[in-house]
């Protein structure tokens, strides 16, 4: 059980980090991977588990929107400004 | 106005020479562009690139989480959450008291208590207009700041014109009010006191839970414009006796053209509408409520609640880092406003002997501005400087700083090291700053006029 969990953390974990990666603007993806390992290890600790699938479903549910964002700031491409 | 604007867009892209790629604005190129987005013709290898943004007491970037949350009610649920007789009308409904909720839940309130609006221009001229009115027949006098939003200002210049008599509490030289003054100005037929709780200009914080305080124990209805401090500061309207107060949406990572006030229940405040209609939000807010924007605003508020002590942290970092490092490069800099009582986000810094417009004009690569966007376009010195003492020059070579959720290390230390330099470049080229070096006190001189 504990073994599973650890390896769908890190599954997680990393398909978050991967998944920011793919934001084509600079300031939200810099803040998605600083948040996601801030907010990792912050949780590290965390031993109870119910706890522990609460923050699972948060992390998916996370997931998700940075999948649906990343796509949308791909169609919208933003207009560089004339200086 | 679209030709000055071509025009001046024109000019300046003759300005910038080809070396003009900046470290940090490179990173910013260094997203995927697979080509020019819809409705924009392909400039073809074009190098310009947006400036950083360090502006975020004008406005702030949606956040993806918010635009997620918003946009399943801009494509299929789009009821009118007023409608009774069918299903859409009901999915738009439950999604605004949800969000009721999450903006209640923010600041320690009853849901019932928050009426939305367009923002917090609406919101304060609400609360201002609407309390004044309804209690003027009683009541004809109002107690504000000389350092509040002109949207404050100004709706009081209208109470006036109505014989309402309007008491503007001057601040001291750190930009926060003297309680002791306020407790004089407030006279029997005081209705409202309206003192806003993070300048956003300079950046401090008035002592709102004392003055909660003596509003409650006087009787006075107390409302503070915390549309720069909702979200990012802990507010509670029960700890800090606050009756009124105005939100924005687009300050706190939401959309713009939302915003909401929060309204006491008990004691009960009334005020009279400013708009004639259907009645919506309890009768205080006519006209249909905007199911997007307000999904928007309440999923804005609860990842503000979420993450307040995150950006807190860290953008108290970010603060000092570019404060320390601007400080110990140049001299003569000085720091508007109280230090200790203060929202860090906000950097209100005059440089001497510098024009804040060319400086602002130099660092063209990095979005910033020398006070609030609604007076960007005047040459005058902000009234907000004006009013804690500045000296007119000084007043005149100010630039704010904003530092938020998205702003980044690398931001910080391009703005950082591009602000010395053309400080420095500057004060070189300043005939002021050379007599300054001579040792002439520069107040000393008589001017004379050709």
């Not at chain 2, 009787?219 to 507010?235: N, R, S």
């Not at chain 2, 209609?277 to 006519?286: H, W």
């Given at each position: 059980?504990?073994?599973?969990?650890?390896?769908?953390?890190?599954?997680?974990?990393r398909?978050?980090?991967?998944?920011?990666?793919?934001?084509?603007?600079?300031?939200y993806?810099?803040?998605?991977?600083?948040?996601i390992?801030?907010?990792?290890?912050?949780?590290?600790?965390?031993?109870?588990?119910?706890?522990?699938?609460?923050?699972?479903?948060k992390?998916?549910?996370?997931?998700?929107?940075?999948?649906?964002?990343?796509?949308?700031?791909?169609?919208?491409?933003?207009?560089?400004?004339?200086? | 106005?679209?030709?000055?604007?071509?025009?001046?867009?024109?000019?300046?892209?003759?300005?910038?020479?080809?070396?003009?790629?900046?470290?940090?604005?490179?990173?910013?190129?260094?997203?995927?562009?697979?080509?020019?987005?819809?409705?924009?013709?392909?400039?073809?290898?074009?190098?310009?690139?947006?400036?950083?943004?360090?502006?975020?007491?004008?406005?702030?970037?949606?956040?993806?989480?918010?635009?997620?949350?918003?946009?399943?009610?801009?494509?299929?649920?789009?009821?009118?959450?007023?409608?009774?007789?069918?299903a859409?009308?009901?999915?738009?409904?439950?999604?605004?008291?949800?969000?009721?909720?999450?903006?209640?839940?923010?600041?320690?309130?009853?849901?019932?208590e928050?009426?939305?609006?367009?923002?917090?221009?609406?919101?304060?001229?609400?609360?201002?207009?609407g309390?004044?009115?309804f209690?003027?027949?009683?009541?004809?006098?109002?107690?504000?700041?000389?350092?509040?939003?002109?949207?404050?200002?100004?709706?009081?210049?209208?109470?006036?014109?109505?014989?309402?008599?309007?008491?503007?509490?001057?601040?001291?030289?750190?930009?926060?009010?003297?309680?002791?003054?306020?407790?004089?100005?407030?006279?029997?037929?005081?209705?409202?006191?309206?003192?806003?709780?993070?300048?956003?200009?300079?950046?401090?914080?008035?002592?709102?839970s004392?003055?909660?305080?003596l509003?409650?124990?006087?009787?006075?209805?107390?409302?503070?414009?915390?549309?720069?401090?909702?979200?990012?500061?802990?507010?509670?309207?029960n700890?800090?006796?606050?009756?009124?107060?105005?939100?924005?949406?687009?300050?706190?990572?939401?959309?713009?053209g939302?915003?909401?006030?929060?309204?006491?229940?008990?004691?009960?405040?009334?005020?009279?509408?400013?708009?004639s209609?259907?009645?919506?939000?309890?009768?205080?807010?006519?006209g249909?409520v905007?199911?997007?924007?307000?999904?928007?605003?309440g999923?804005?508020?609860?990842?503000?609640?979420?993450?307040?002590?995150y950006?807190?942290?860290?953008?108290?970092?970010?603060?000092?880092?570019?404060?320390?490092?601007?400080?110990?490069?140049?001299?003569?800099?000085?720091?508007?406003?109280?230090?200790?009582?203060?929202?860090?986000?906000?950097?209100?810094?005059?440089?001497?002997?510098?024009?804040?417009?060319?400086?602002?004009?130099?660092?063209?690569?990095?979005?910033?501005?020398?006070?609030?966007?609604?007076?960007?376009?005047?040459?005058?010195?902000?009234?907000?400087?004006?009013?804690?003492?500045?000296?007119?020059?000084?007043?005149?070579?100010?630039?704010?700083?904003?530092?938020?959720?998205?702003?980044?290390?690398?931001?910080?230390?391009?703005?950082?090291?591009?602000?010395?330099?053309?400080?420095?470049?500057?004060?070189?080229?300043?005939?002021?700053?050379?007599?300054?070096?001579?040792?002439?006190?520069?107040?000393?001189?008589?001017?004379?006029?050709?």
């Open positions: 059980m504990a073994a599973s969990c650890r390896a769908q953390v890190l599954r997680l974990y398909a978050l980090l991967r998944e920011s990666q793919r934001f084509t603007a600079y300031g993806r810099t803040y998605a991977i600083r948040r390992r801030d907010a990792f290890r912050e949780n590290k600790q965390v031993k109870d588990a119910g706890e522990i699938q609460t923050l699972v479903n992390a998916r549910t996370n997931l998700e929107i940075i999948h649906r964002q990343v796509v949308r700031l791909m169609l919208f491409i933003e207009r560089r400004l004339n200086l | 106005m679209l030709l000055l604007l071509l025009r001046r867009g024109a000019a300046l892209r003759g300005g910038r020479g080809p070396g003009g790629l900046s470290p940090p604005a490179r990173l910013l190129s260094a997203a995927q562009r697979p080509g020019p987005g819809p409705g924009e013709k392909g400039t073809g290898e074009d190098s310009t690139l947006r400036p950083l943004y360090m502006d975020v007491q004008a406005t702030t970037s949606l956040d993806p989480r918010v635009l997620d949350s918003m946009l399943p009610y801009l494509i299929h649920y789009y009821g009118n959450p007023h409608s009774r007789t069918h859409y009308g009901w999915e738009s409904e439950s999604a605004v008291e949800r969000a009721r909720q999450q903006v209640a839940s923010l600041i320690g309130a009853d849901p019932r928050i009426i939305f609006t367009s923002g917090a221009t609406e919101s304060n001229n609400l609360a201002i207009k309390v004044a009115r209690y003027k027949s009683r009541k004809k006098h109002v107690i504000t700041t000389q350092t509040e939003h002109k949207c404050v200002l100004d709706s009081c210049r209208y109470l006036e014109a109505e014989g309402f008599r309007i008491t503007y509490l001057p601040v001291k030289r750190n930009g926060l009010i003297d309680l002791k003054e306020l407790e004089d100005a407030i006279q029997p037929d005081t209705s409202l006191v309206s003192v806003m709780t993070v300048n956003n200009e300079i950046g401090v914080k008035q002592p709102i004392d003055i909660g305080q509003c409650s124990t006087r009787k006075v209805f107390f409302h503070t414009d915390a549309a720069q401090a909702v979200g990012k500061i802990p507010m509670d309207v700890a800090l006796k606050i009756d009124l107060m105005s939100i924005s949406g687009h300050k706190i990572y939401g959309p713009k939302v915003g909401a006030i929060y309204v006491r229940r008990r004691p009960r405040v009334r005020l009279e509408p400013l708009q209609g259907g009645g919506q939000e309890r009768g205080m807010r006519s249909t905007p199911t997007p924007l307000v999904v928007g605003l999923t804005a508020c609860e990842v503000a609640q979420q993450e307040m002590e950006d807190y942290k860290r953008i108290s970092l970010l603060a000092d880092r570019l404060v320390t490092k601007i400080m110990t490069e140049i001299p003569d800099v000085v720091m508007n406003g109280d230090p200790e009582h203060h929202y860090p986000g906000c950097i209100n810094l005059s440089f001497a002997y510098v024009e804040g417009e060319s400086l602002l004009m130099a660092l063209k690569d990095v979005a910033l501005s020398s006070g609030s966007a609604c007076t960007s376009a005047s040459l005058e010195p902000s009234y907000v400087l004006r009013a804690i003492g500045t000296d007119e020059d000084l007043a005149h070579s100010s630039i704010r700083f904003g530092i938020g959720r998205f702003t980044t290390e690398e931001e910080v230390d391009y703005t950082v090291h591009k602000c010395i330099q053309h400080v420095k470049r500057l004060r070189a080229m300043s005939p002021l700053w050379e007599m300054v070096q001579d040792g002439i006190d520069l107040k000393s001189i008589k001017w004379t006029q050709h």
